[in-house]
């Protein structure tokens, strides 16, 4: 008995640092059928007059026992679904999130058929402001009740599950108006939606951020970011009205010149800690069925920066010199002004190595016959591998791209993210055969982690997006390669930065005389270092690696987006934001007075 109890301890043990998922499973099972064979011998043999000796033998074999069964029991699918996580995702969350999507769908048409009524947004209003007013406890934080694990981000924040959560069915697009070019919706419309009633009209969003799952409300009170915005700035820039209820149950209609202007600039970046929204005017602009876009590989890194920022028409507002790229990556003096195309991006695979995207809307009819490329269907290879490929031709390429194929053209793979869940996800034969169920929801990603997952990605895997001045670009490439040994690809998305005022967001450090605007690029960092996947784990400290980048950040007039972990003391996240106004606000608005916590307080820390 003993003999076996210790070779089932150790073949548990072995399991627990390999990667065998099928042989860990059945040995374990079979030692576990094993075990129980042996237990019920010894719990029904008829008990005899051993020893004292003899007893405390059998005691302790029986509490180990225990201990070995309890942990095949419990411990087995927590090993299965830390371990083996890949095939947990295949298996389980792509039916699942297949699942989901169609009932979501079929909510969506429910809701639009029965429950759709844009003229009764009053009344819902009037029921979220009872609710509001009429809660027992007034001091208590106040957040909308939808689900922290419903949310795009990979972060964990489980502030919701302590504050006072106000239900708000705020679901309507309320009124287009194709004539003024704006859009009025409440805040848990979806990119998705607004996509689909817009793009068939020939109107788009300016800024269009990549996930159809990211909500309007989530993407005022946060921010959001695309290739149009070198253009149109981040998403709160193509706002025009909001309508917000305040901690004390008022409901005030802010604009950036009515009396509430003040409260209009300062909810953007201000994530749900001013007022609770409650519906918002967009602006709309005229698009086409496609947009061409150009492929151009670099290899030097002062290449596709300058390229990147040459596009952007930075140096036109500069009244600089212009700088452009020639065939061969180098750079020349030019006084013509650049053309600024409506998108541009740009993928980085290593410090030296890019392509630059840059993209025109384009009529169907201009699309050459049998050149247009469906970066939707399921076979299709993912964005960032396609390329990749064009990067190892080395020569520039065109192509025509159906306007929703663009804007989710990153959505199959999550931008690379996917290769870290499910390492076979762009082999042909699976992209043939499951391609049709990716990608999986983020939020059952989130619900199938584990402590130990979520543990280990906190500790090895890197989820951030750095807004940084184009003129620090190459600086902070520089830096981000050694502190975070070589992860790539890198995200490169330019965004006009322009002053808000009593905004978190500092202004502009170094305005272009024209407009008083600066340009700035997000760099998105997404997947784990070289050592890591090199399993050197031990050499690679994400604390360290991410507190010496966010105060190069801070040195360089930079700032972090707060949907990824925090890693700021409170004081050093009040030296990237600025909180002087933001705090005048909170006073003037009630917002101070228990309804609201502060943007810190409801951050993912790490420190």
Known sequence: MEGLLDFAQKTTNYYSNTSLAAAASISTIGIGIGI???????????????????????QQQQRKLSQITTALCNDLPLYILTNHRSAVVTIFGLPLSLMWNGYMNLRSAYIHTFKSAPHLHDARVAAIQKQVQNRPDKKAPLCTARPGWMSVSLSYRTYKKKWDAI????????DLDTEGLIVRVEPCVSIGQLTHALNPKGFTLPVVPEMD????????????????????GLFHEIITELELLLGDGTIVTATADNEHSDLFHAIPW??????????????????????KVTYTPH???????????????????????????????????SKVETETPMFVEGLAYTLDTAVVMAGEFIDAKDVPRGCANRLSLWWKPWFYKHVEKILNQKEEVVEYIP?????????????????????????????????????????????SQTEMTQKLVEKTHVAQDFLVPTRKFGDFLDLCDVEYDRVYPLWLCLHDHSPMPGSLLKDPAVPNPTNGHEMYIDIGVYGLPRCVHEKREDE???????RKVIAELVKMDGFQMLYADVFNTREEFEEMFDHTTYRELRKKYKADTGAFKEVYDKMSIIV
Request: charged residues 15%; contains cysteine.
């Open 36 to 58: 129980g064979i042996v237990s019920a011998a010894i719990l029904l043999s008829p008990s005899s007059s051993s020893s004292s000796k003899d007893q405390q033998q059998q």
């Open 167 to 174: 239900e708000m069915p705020l679901y309507d697009i309320l």
């Open 213 to 232: 799952d990211l909500t309007v409300g989530g993407l005022i009170n946060g921010t959001g970011i695309e290739s149009s915005s070198h253009k149109y």
């Open 270 to 291: 201000s994530y749900g800690t001013l007022a609770l929204l409650l519906s918002a005017k967009l602006k709309l602009i005229p698009c086409k069925n496609y947009v």
């Open 299 to 333: 290899f030097k890194k002062d290449g596709y920066v300058k390229h990147m920022r040459q596009l952007s028409g930075e140096y036109n507002n500069n009244n600089n010199v212009n700088v452009n790229v020639n065939n061969n990556n180098t750079p020349e003096s």
């Open 403 to 447: 306007l929703t194929d663009y804007y989710h053209r990153h959505t199959q793979s999550l931008f690379w993210e996917m290769e870290l869940m499910i390492p076979i996800g762009n082999n042909p034969v699976f992209r043939w055969l499951l391609g049709w169920l990716m990608p999986p929801k983020v939020s059952f990603l989130k619900i």
């Open 540 to 546: 690679f400290d994400m604390k360290k690696s991410m």
